[in-house]
C-alpha cells in the first residue's frame, strides 16, 4: 500500500468524525457582522465570483444573498442536501481537494472551517490556486486554549496559535490586509475566534 493508498484511507475514516453544521444566534451575528463589514469597505462585491468553503447550512450564502453576491459553497454530510433545499449553489467536496479550475474565484470566505483541516498548509496553498491575483481570503478560526476548548471538538485537527496562523498564511502566498480579535462572553467564561483579510500576492 502506497501513501496515497494510506492517506485515502485515513480521510475516508475522518469522514466519520463530520456532523451537521447547525444554525446559531451567535454565528449568524457574527457572519451578519463581517459579511456587512467586508462589504462596506468594498472587499466583497456583486461583481465577484465567491466561494463559501465549509459553508454549513448556508448562514453566510444567505448574506451574500441580500447583498446581491452570488457564491457557491462547499461543505461535506448532511449540510448538503439541507443548503440545496434552501436554493443555494453547494457541492459536496473536501476542502483541501477542490475540484475547480485555477483562478476560479476572486474571493473565498472561510469561516470556521480551516480548524477541520488535517493540513492547513496544503489547503491555505489550494486556496490561493483558486484565487484569481490580488483575491481576496477571508479566514476565521477559534483561538486554542480557551474556555470552549475547541482542541477538544472530534473534528477539530488544527487549532493553533494566531502567530503560526500567520506564518502559515505568508507561507502559502498570503498578504494580510488586517486581523482582529473577536471575543465571545460564553456561561462558562471568555472565548476568542481570530478572524483574518488575507490577499494573494501578485
Not at 90 to 114: K, N, P, T
Request: hydrophobic share 40%; net charge negative.
Amino acid at each position: 500500500m502506497t501513501m496515497f493508498d494510506r492517506l485515502s484511507a485515513f480521510l475516508e475514516a475522518r469522514k466519520g468524525d463530520i456532523y451537521p453544521e447547525e444554525s446559531s444566534d451567535l454565528h449568524e451575528q457574527i457572519t451578519t457582522q463581517i459579511v456587512d463589514l467586508l462589504v462596506s469597505k468594498g472587499d466583497l462585491r456583486p461583481d465577484q465570483r465567491v466561494l463559501d468553503v465549509g459553508c454549513g447550512q448556508g448562514p453566510a450564502l444567505a448574506e451574500f444573498k441580500k447583498k446581491g453576491i452570488s457564491a457557491s459553497g462547499i461543505t461535506l454530510g448532511d449540510d448538503v442536501a439541507i443548503c440545496r433545499e434552501k436554493g443555494f449553489d453547494v457541492a459536496e467536496m473536501d476542502m483541501s481537494d477542490l475540484d475547480f479550475d485555477d483562478g476560479s474565484f476572486d474571493f473565498i470566505w472561510c469561516r470556521h472551517a480551516l480548524e477541520h483541516s488535517i493540513f492547513p498548509m496544503f489547503t491555505l496553498s489550494e486556496f490561493n490556486r483558486l484565487l484569481t491575483t490580488g483575491g481576496g481570503l477571508y479566514v476565521e478560526v477559534p483561538a486554542p486554549e480557551t474556555v470552549a476548548q475547541h482542541e477538544s471538538n472530534p473534528n477539530h485537527y488544527s487549532v493553533m496559535g494566531k502567530t503560526m496562523w500567520q506564518h502559515l498564511f505568508a507561507r502559502a502566498g498570503f498578504e494580510q490586509i488586517w486581523a482582529h480579535d473577536i471575543n465571545i462572553p460564553l456561561s462558562i467564561g471568555p472565548d476568542v475566534y481570530w478572524g483574518f483579510l488575507l490577499k494573494r500576492k501578485t
